[in-house]
């Protein structure tokens, strides 16, 4: 053929490609739900302010917004990535939604990528938000604490997202969505967000990521400390076992 004739190349696009559209369109989605994302981010708000400025509670500590925001900030995370996620992809299986999208090039760990990638995007948001209302009442974090914070909060994003999406394939809508909320509340009453969790040891922290990720938060951030190796590998743990299991179970129907 002559030069500049066009040449059909059929085929389906590379991954890489096929994974970023279909980010893009979570991305879309989620700005189109900006009511959903308000209300995510109302409560750890309610909470930051509340709890950081006013003796609500007895905090281990005298620094009450030192103590209080690190773990809004893990709760937002967790409200984002699992509540938030689980619910609303567990309506999208009830109405069809993933099942046109298993008919897609789109592979199981595709879909996966794709939604935790929108969800660290908008919690990246929510963080952001919340940091500066935090920052403007009072709150000083320590130098320096920025990647070893950013480093929990990705692993604790991953695991939660691959619970979240393991409960939407396998439970109907309404119950994932019950599900999901008692997980959320259960980890609010027991994750040290309002006053300290309960001393389980070691083993807490891969019982309760949230207070897990709270207390890491609180270390480098507040104390300017290294993470402790255990939350390390308690939301490690989390990331690597849940996303495993979500990969290999997940149905699109």
Same mark, same amino acid.
């Given at each position: 053929m002559?030069?500049?004739?066009f ?5 389906r ?7 970023g ?17 308000v209300?995510?981010m109302?409560v750890p708000?309610?909470v ?8 609500v509670?007895?905090?281990?500590t005298?620094d009450?917004?030192g103590?209080?925001v ?7 995370v ?15 299986r ?5 099942k046109?999208?298993?008919a897609?090039?789109l592979?199981r760990?595709? =879909?996966l990528? /794709?939604k935790?990638?929108? @969800? $660290? ?7 952001l938000? #919340?940091? +500066?209302?935090?920052?403007?009442v ?5 130098a320096?604490? =920025?990647l070893p /914070?950013?480093?929990?909060? @990705? $692993?604790?994003?991953a695991g939660?997202?691959?619970?979240? #999406?393991? +409960? ?7 119950t994932?969505t019950?599900a ?8 609010l ?10 001393? #389980?040891?070691?083993?807490?922290y891969?019982?309760?990521p ?12 507040m104390?300017?400390?290294a993470?402790?190796?255990?939350i390390?590998?308690? #939301?490690g ?10 990969a ?5 129907e």
């Amino acid at each position: 053929m002559s030069a500049g004739t066009f040449t059909p190349a059929p085929g389906r696009a590379p991954m890489r490609t096929i994974i970023g559209r279909q980010l893009r369109m979570e991305l879309l989605l989620t700005a189109r739900r900006g009511e959903a994302v308000v209300l995510a981010m109302g409560v750890p708000l309610l909470v930051l302010l509340g709890a950081g400025l006013f003796e609500v509670t007895n905090l281990p500590t005298d620094d009450r917004l030192g103590f209080v925001v690190p773990g809004v900030l893990a709760l937002t995370v967790m409200s984002t990535a699992f509540t938030g996620q689980a619910i609303t992809t567990g309506y999208e299986r009830g109405y069809g939604v993933l099942k046109r999208l298993g008919a897609s090039p789109l592979t199981r760990p595709g =879909l996966l990528f /794709a939604k935790t990638g929108s @969800v $660290l995007v908008q919690i990246l948001v929510q963080v952001l938000v #919340l940091a +500066l209302v935090g920052f403007a009442v009072g709150w000083r974090p320590q130098a320096g604490a =920025l990647l070893p /914070a950013a480093g929990i909060t @990705v $692993l604790a994003v991953a695991g939660y997202s691959g619970l979240a #999406l393991l +409960l939407a394939s396998v439970l109907k809508p309404e119950t994932t969505t019950g599900a999901a909320t008692l997980i959320y509340v259960v980890m609010l009453s027991v994750g040290g967000i309002m006053f300290a969790a309960p001393d #389980l040891g070691t083993a807490g922290y891969f019982l309760l990521p949230l207070a897990a990720h709270a207390d890491g938060l609180r270390e480098t951030l507040m104390h300017g400390a290294a993470v402790p190796l255990p939350i390390w590998l308690s #939301l490690g743990a989390w990331a690597v076992v849940w996303l495993t299991v979500a990969a290999r179970k997940f149905r699109w129907e």
